[in-house]
């Protein structure tokens, strides 16, 4: 079962870029990674999702190194409503082990 | 199109009662996957349901029961409760068990006492 660590907290200026890095040192082979928002009393919401390397969306960028065992989220430009918490989420086996990182809470100041 | 919705939004309840959650998919989705929410901690999988049978599941005890049904809504039953129970759960809903990308409910916060 892959086990994630991700900083706690993290504060950034509006407009800049901002890197969010989940380590996942045990990952499967076959395990895929994906992250999500969460904002206060709310439900998670999808960012993005991997396997390897890079890929990018309308909203953010994912960097997977080649060994896997980390991986990094990357917010370009950020807005104070991207104040919430970041959490990767690394799949084993399909939906046969889910797992939770910790956390980045992200604070965007003016 | 409807997003996935929960119920109740709060409930209260005594330790060794039973209680049941219930949740809608979004529309389209065939796939329920339930998580348990303690404050100030991520997500922990409970289970997921895929065409009314369970397709995988956590380190949660038996006494943590779902059901799926022919239109994909999903409940979540828990027996016995104990205190440690008190928590958000969070329903979320996929095009498929190979669809990595889920949509979430708002939640049940569940408070027992």
């Known amino acids: 079962l892959a086990k994630t660590t991700q900083p706690i907290s993290m504060d950034s200026y509006e407009g800049q870029e901002v890197n969010i890095t989940c380590s996942h040192n045990?990952?499967?082979?076959?395990?895929?990674i994906t992250w999500y928002q969460q904002f206060p009393s709310q439900g998670p919401r999808f960012i993005i999702q991997g396997y390897k390397t890079k890929v990018t969306n309308e909203v953010a960028s994912l960097f997977i190194p080649a060994d896997r065992k980390s991986s990094t989220l990357s917010l370009p430009r950020v807005s104070l409503s991207d104040t919430a918490v970041y959490y990767c989420l690394v799949l084993s086996g399909g939906y046969q082990k889910v797992t939770f990182g910790t956390g980045t809470k992200l604070q965007v100041i003016p | 199109e409807t997003g996935v919705t929960q119920s109740p939004t709060h409930l209260i309840k005594t330790r060794g009662q039973q209680v049941t959650l219930r949740c809608s998919s979004q529309s389209g989705h065939n796939t329920v996957s339930w998580y348990q929410q303690a404050l100030g901690q991520g997500p922990q999988f409970i289970f997921q349901y895929y065409r009314e049978e369970e397709n995988g599941r956590g380190n949660f005890p038996p006494r943590f029961s779902g059901l799926q049904f022919p239109n994909y809504s999903s409940e979540l039953n828990v027996n016995a409760l104990e205190l440690d129970d008190s928590a958000l759960y969070l329903c979320a809903s996929s095009l498929s068990p190979d669809t990595y990308e889920q949509y979430f409910g708002p939640g049940t916060r569940l408070t027992v006492t």
């Open positions: 045990n990952i499967a082979t076959n395990d895929y």
